[in-house]
């Protein structure tokens, strides 16, 4: 079945300069798990390709930078996502309503994934039982 | 053995001090660090200097401290500020100028030298081409058209105001972290390379320089955020510090939000890049081997934070003139919004090709539908939408440019498509600003910093 992201994890996103950075937490390890394992830095980039200006995030070469890392913590349940040139050019320098990026992770929030039925209704109960107590 | 309790102060150039004060009455706090400074901040500063040059730091530093200051100072409370913006002296000198007006008595220090504008040009001859660290471009490119360019200092002049007995320590452009650091450095004598210290100070002062996000403001949970309590009244990060680094994140007692481990970790993690390697100033951290204890009650302790050696770099942000935004926004009631937003827009399209207007860039949003989602705003039925509002903006060179964007839209309210309203006014060009960040050597900005107790 699909989950949504949203349904499993939670998220904030900043800025520094043209660059985004969101954090992705799950919410028990489960959950941990399968965002270690279906939410790559590709499938990231993929979903949110719209962000990237072409004609910014070129180096004086005219080459593309490295455009997005991730970096796991399974000490905090979470991923971390840098994503550069991503911001129309920086706060200060951006067209868009969202200038500093601070919606970006609802963006990632949407994200659907695919999960075999036993693993979604795994992580959704476990997922309900992290919550009882927050 | 003796204890520090730091509470964040404001967050941002805007934000409340309000909790504040809860802190300051009911948190036992010593210390309260305030950061003024986003990234954009000095792009916003640098505006109002170029109008008057006695101005250029964060105009809330004077009220906010009219309002605390009293309360503050029955408790024996410090500040630490980098209210100071683009010019602390000048903010220094606004405040002591309130507490002369009041009959308060303060020992004011100032912070000065993280402005390397006038160093530009010397670094250049040292052979550092002040490469843009992100893209790797030369700031040649740029170079002309920098307004302002700012080094982020570390903790160690803040540690050494308060060595000199400042009660208020006001300072420009510091890393965020720094603000709290200082105060433990002073307080604890923490040597300069004492990482492990070192990284978990400034770990507490990267949970606190947020103010309510440390706290439960702006979790990014959906369904979930509703069950943090009273954001009307939160209370803002209070971070109790012991003398080898033990961390434990609370907040004053009745007051709203919520300290958990998922809020803290929310915060831990927020803009800091690379978690195994956030650089700061005075240290390194790693969080790979964060600890982070719910102890209950909104209390979390914090632990297992790594530290490296310091950088021998600096990092810089220069801000340049990049341009000029002209925008507009207009509202469409039912029917059919889209479809009139989309003829409005293409009414707009022809009369900008039509004008010869010239410009790089377009902007085009929905507001109310698609301005934050994007491509993944759920597809709407017309008749399901009540109301959106147009947003278009475009990014020009030319201000003049900028300036008559906005100006084709007013005809459309006779002469478009039916139900506008909403329309508030033509706003003026708005110029852009790009930063540039960039690495120096520390030593050629440390030997221009200066702390000095205002007289």
């Known amino acids: ?134 | 053995m003796k204890r520090i309790r730091l509470t964040s102060g404001l967050g941002f150039y805007g934000d409340n001090w309000h909790p504040v004060l809860a802190a300051i009455e009911r948190g036992d706090v010593d210390y309260v660090c305030s950061d003024h400074l986003a990234e954009l901040t000095l792009a916003i500063l640098q505006k109002d200097r170029l109008k008057d040059p006695n101005t250029g730091y964060t105009r809330d530093l004077v009220p906010m401290l009219t309002r605390l200051w009293p309360t503050a100072s029955s408790r024996g409370v410090k500040f630490v500020l980098n209210a100071g913006g683009l010019n602390p002296r000048s903010a220094a000198e606004a405040l002591q100028k309130l507490f002369a007006e009041k009959g308060w008595r303060a020992r004011i220090a100032v912070v000065t030298g993280d402005n390397v504008l006038p160093l530009i040009e010397q670094i250049q001859l040292g052979g550092n081409d002040l490469q843009h660290m992100d893209t790797g471009a030369p700031i040649e490119s740029v170079r002309d058209q920098i307004i302002f360019a700012n080094a982020y200092l570390g903790a160690q002049p803040i540690a050494q105001a308060l060595a000199k007995d400042a009660d208020i320590v006001i300072t420009g452009r510091v890393a965020d972290a720094a603000l709290f650091l200082g105060p433990l450095i002073f307080e604890f004598e923490w040597d300069a390379a004492d990482w492990h210290r070192l990284a978990q100070g400034v770990t507490a002062g990267h949970l606190l320089e947020c103010s309510g996000q440390g706290t439960g403001g702006n979790f990014g949970a959906a369904g979930v955020w509703q069950r943090i309590p009273d954001l009307a009244h939160i209370g803002f990060p209070i971070a109790d510090v012991g003398h080898d680094g033990d961390v434990i994140i609370c907040k004053a007692p009745d007051s709203g939000g919520r300290i958990n481990f998922h809020t803290v970790r929310q915060q831990l993690l927020y803009e800091v890049h690379n978690p195994r390697a956030y650089v700061t100033p005075d240290v390194i951290l790693d969080m790979s081997e964060l600890e982070l204890k719910d102890l209950g009650n909104d209390r979390v302790s914090v632990s297992g934070a790594i530290g490296t050696a310091a950088p021998n770099q600096l990092k810089i942000v220069a801000g340049y003139a990049n341009g000029w935004m002209g925008h507009i926004v207009t509202g469409f009631c039912w029917p059919d919004v889209l479809r009139k937003a989309n003829a409005a827009v293409n009414t707009i399209r022809l009369m900008m090709q039509e004008a010869e207007l010239q410009y790089d860039e377009l902007c085009v949003e929905f507001i109310g539908h698609n301005a934050f989602l994007g491509p993944h705003a759920t597809p709407a039925e017309e008749d399901a939408i009540n109301e959106i509002w147009l947003r278009m903006a475009i990014r020009t060179q030319d201000k003049k440019q900028a300036d008559a964007f906005p100006r084709l839209f007013p005809w459309l309210a006779l002469s478009g498509p039916p139900f506008m309203g909403g329309f508030h006014g033509i706003p003026p060009a708005s110029q852009l600003i790009g930063l540039w960040p960039t690495l120096v050597p520390r030593r050629l900005v440390e030997t221009q910093v200066s702390v000095d107790i205002l007289k």
């Open chain 1, 1 to 134: 079945m699909k989950l949504r992201l949203a349904q499993i994890a939670h998220a904030r996103s900043g800025d520094k300069g043209d660059i985004a950075d969101i954090g992705l937490f799950a919410w028990e390890p489960t959950g941990y798990a399968m965002l270690a394992k279906q939410i790559t830095a590709d499938i990231v980039q993929q979903h949110l390709k719209h962000l990237w200006s072409e004609k910014i995030n070129l180096n004086e070469s005219g080459q593309k930078n490295k455009q997005i890392d991730r970096f796991d913590l399974p000490n905090l349940l979470a991923l971390k996502f840098v994503l550069r040139g991503t911001l129309n050019g920086g706060a200060a320098s951006s067209l868009r309503s969202d200038n500093l990026g601070k919606t970006v992770a609802a963006q990632l929030l949407r994200l659907e994934i695919d999960v075999p039925d036993h693993e979604a209704t795994a992580v959704l109960k476990a997922t309900e039982q992290a919550l009882v107590n927050f």
